[in-house]
């Protein structure tokens, strides 16, 4: 299951752009505001080094990366979810994504059009995400009411749920997204149903002209260390030209390395957003293809295999957990087992970032 990432940000602020850079994918790019009515989606093949090295080794095989979704999510503009510009078309784009790419415009350009005049990052994000942060108090105040009718009855979950609804709106009505607010294992359930905007990990993304760097980016980084948000400097225009120009991976890092970029901005991107939502990458060598996976930091053994295929959950017998560092040093997989050195791990194994791993089942 690839992860999915949803852009969102003013108009011309370089959502559209960022997007063909991260899946070359071409959707349109235009220099007025609302180009993109239709939601675009693109899926993006994560280049991973790993994943190369890994097979290096096994060169007859096919390498399978990770894919990340990445939607690009026109529309949201200050007043959106009262219905201004596209209104509330982005709601459900935005439900549908797990994670936010907050696209903040930090390059001055007179021919580029700004919503509001002119560039001034600390607003920019604030009017975004209280168009999103409005969105999750209509949604919150009409469960509240809900729960308050049966909460009148004595029902005492009812009553458990407006406290807790009372203060997600309290945060709400402050300005505080949700996802600033310590919350339990126990609030998950109600939490994953109501899908608030502002309850999903968020990633800054400054997009900077050719140049990198600059006051406007410094800016939105102070603003993302004071929310605890992550954040990446991205040099949009130039990541689009380049992706078009010259699809040669190789050729293309060239050129990155030109401008003092040692990866491109989907390697940066992806290397945020995984740490963002806790994911780890694990490596398979089965059959035809050698492949990466992700799965949420923690995942046992027996739920590292259901990714691959549902019946190896229960019918995991064990896995043979081979960490890549060694497998390299050995050469080859069967150096590696004549070594002594295959983990045979059982249900309780806890699966590392870079493992690869051969599942035995029943
Ligand atoms: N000068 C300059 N223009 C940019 C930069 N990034 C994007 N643009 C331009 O800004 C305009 C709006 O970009 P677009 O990606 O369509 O914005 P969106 O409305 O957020 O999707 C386009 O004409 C882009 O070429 C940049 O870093 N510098
Ligand atoms: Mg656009």
Redesign the pocket.
Known sequence: MSRSFGLV??????????FNALTLAGAK???Y?F??IEPHHGVAAVPDERLDRLHSLFPGKKKVPTAIEVV?I?GLVEGASEGQGLGNQFLAEIRGVEAILH?VRC?D?PD?AHPMGNVDVRRDVAVVEGELLAKDRETLERRRERSAKAARTGDRSAQEEVAFLDRLLAAVNEGRPIRALPLSAHDQPLLRELAPLTAKPVLYIA???DEGENDLSRDLAAVARESGAGWIVV???LEAELGEACPDETERRAFLREYGLPESALVRLVAEAYRLLSVITFYTVEGPEVRAWTVPAGTKAPDAGAAIHSDFRDRFVLAEVMPLPDLLAAGSERALREAGKVHRAGRDYTVHDGDVIHFVSA
């Open positions: 940000g003013l108009p011309n602020a370089g959502k559209s752009t960022i790019v235009e220099a505001p180009c993109t690009d026109a696209v390059f350009d580029i997009n900077v002209g040099r949009g225009k």
